[in-house]
């Protein structure tokens, strides 16, 4: 069994999710859950890449 994480492009909102291996450098906005915590650690900013 294996998992896949998806997420939307910023520029696509309405697209269909799509795999990490095809968008490492794609700018992405972490749902709000996620931006709190990475923002409580120190980030600044709302999207971010995968890569970061």
Known sequence: ???STT???MNEPD???MTIQNT???P???QPAL???LQ???AS???FTLKQ
Do not use: C, D, Q, Y
């Open 15 to 17: 697209s269909a999710p």
């Open 7 to 9: 997420f939307h492009l």
């Open 28 to 30: 992405v906005r972490p």
């Open 40 to 42: 409580t650690a120190g």
């Open 45 to 47: 900013g709302e999207i």
């Open 24 to 26: 490492k450098e794609s």
């Open 35 to 37: 931006l709190k915590i």
């Open 1 to 3: 069994m294996s998992t």
